[in-house]
């Protein structure tokens, strides 16, 4: 089963990352997916596969009600990313997915009603977690046309979905990146690939460069912490990506 | 377990559970807490209070065996919650096949192994009685505990000049096993149907 470990405390509001099933089957990717609360009121990021759901669904209720879940943050449309929402809507019919506009009408084939999609416009937005804003931060073309990050200033944590991924070889490694040098091979190769526009990169980095960053978390991997975080936004920075 | 119940029924049985299970395993910290403070008391007091402190020793050890019933009641809240999304992604998947079935007697004989494979996914959850036995165990636990404040309580007024404040201590205790068992109560409300 995963684990929920709490990376973050402000004021009332926590976030949890929810990582790393010793059952995972190999054939799936791994995922990290979290959830930040505030009194009786959660935002699960990128809650997963429906494979994953009820690793998931268990690990977060060690830590959160899940009845407090109203609402999903989903980067993209990618079925490791977002496939169990059919499932959280059975659960809770009223949750909201919070997505790319653009991806509105594709993303209710995993499951959902007409009114359980909320778009979000190309130039992002905020989210209140309780009384906390959060500020959903464009990161178009990395990799999908339509994909967002999360970045809370109290917490000074950005959710970054698949820039920072990296895919280990074992499935019990650490949760925050240790040795830099050593845990950027294992994400190279997927940014490479992965990230289809250097523009859009350049984009991206412009702005995170302005926020004030401790950690940064992916979807897939380690997070970065403290200086780590800047060394990541360099190296990425300094990567040909894509092809352009 | 109905063998008819949903899976969403089943996933929201779970999570009661799990929220119920959360209390009694706080009431179990905060029982043990209370043992160590109260063995720390009853060393203070000398040789009065040695059967108080060994009575104490014993509620902290109760508090730990309510807590391994509260995590092995977890256990087969995980498994309810396993079988519920196995039994949740059939019945979408039944109900999608269903439509396509009701197109034409054609599709429908060509959908039917598809059909019948996934209703036999529709697991039954087969853990129901031992939910019951868990809880029996852990009524017995918190029964125990309360004979155990009721005699640290007596021991309390053996105990010399502390005697006051270990019989608060007792009587704590008592309080804080009394507020358990309301959630023992609601666990077995929640759980009955699945026996």
Redesign the interface.
């Known amino acids: 089963m995963k684990k929920a470990l709490l990376i973050a405390s402000a004021a009332d509001h926590r976030w949890f990352a929810i990582s790393r099933d010793p059952a995972r089957p190999n054939h799936l990717i791994d995922t990290n997916e979290y959830v930040v609360t505030n009194g009786n009121d959660s935002i699960l990021c990128d809650p997963g596969g429906s494979e994953v759901f009820p690793a998931v669904f268990a690990a977060l209720s060690e830590v959160v009600d899940p009845r407090t879940v109203q609402r999903i943050f989903s980067s993209h449309q990618d079925p490791d990313v977002i496939s169990s929402l059919g499932l959280w809507h059975d659960f809770n019919p009223q949750i909201k997915c919070h997505v790319s506009g653009l991806w509105s009408g594709f993303i209710p084939h995993f499951g959902g009603e007409d009114n359980t999609i909320v778009g979000i416009p190309d130039e992002g937005g905020t989210l209140l977690v309780g009384d906390a804003p959060l500020t959903i931060v464009p990161a178009h073309y990395l990799h999908s046309s339509g994909n967002f990050h999360l970045y809370d200033p109290a917490c000074k944590l950005l959710f970054s979905g698949d820039i920072g991924a990296a895919l280990f070889p074992d499935a019990n490694a650490p949760l925050f990146v240790e040795d830099f040098d050593q845990h950027i091979r294992y994400a190279e190769g997927f940014h490479r690939r992965w990230m289809g526009s250097n523009t859009a990169k350049k984009r991206w980095v412009e702005q995170v460069r302005e926020l004030d960053i401790e950690l940064l978390c992916p979807q897939h991997g380690a997070i970065y912490r403290g200086a780590d975080v800047k060394r990541f936004i360099d190296w990425f920075d300094a990567l040909k990506v894509g092809l352009d | 377990m109905d063998p008819h119940k949903s899976?969403?029924s089943a996933?929201?049985q779970?999570?009661l559970i799990?929220?119920e299970v959360?209390v009694v395993v706080v009431s179990c910290f905060e029982i043990n807490l209370m043992g160590l403070n109260a063995i720390i008391l009853a060393k203070k007091a000398g040789a009065h209070a040695r059967g108080f402190g060994v009575i104490s020793g014993e509620l902290r050890s109760l508090s730990l065996a309510l807590q391994a019933e509260m995590h092995r009641l977890g256990l087969l809240a995980?498994e309810l919650?396993?079988s519920a999304?196995t039994r949740?992604?059939a019945e979408?998947r039944l109900a999608r096949l269903s439509d396509a079935a009701a197109f034409s007697v054609e599709v429908a004989e060509l959908l039917a192994p598809a059909m019948e494979k996934t209703r036999n996914k529709m697991v039954v959850f087969k853990g129901g009685s031992k939910f019951g036995e868990c809880l029996d165990d852990a009524y017995q636990t918190c029964t125990f505990g309360l004979v155990l404040a009721r005699s640290a309580r007596i021991e309390s007024a053996y105990s010399g000049e502390l005697r006051t404040i270990l019989a608060e201590l007792s009587e704590e205790f008592a309080q804080k096993i009394t507020t358990v068992l309301p959630r023992l109560d609601a666990l077995r409300q929640i759980t009955q149907n699945l026996a």
């Open positions: 899976g969403v996933l929201q779970s999570v799990h929220e959360k995980q919650l396993n999304t949740l992604q979408r």
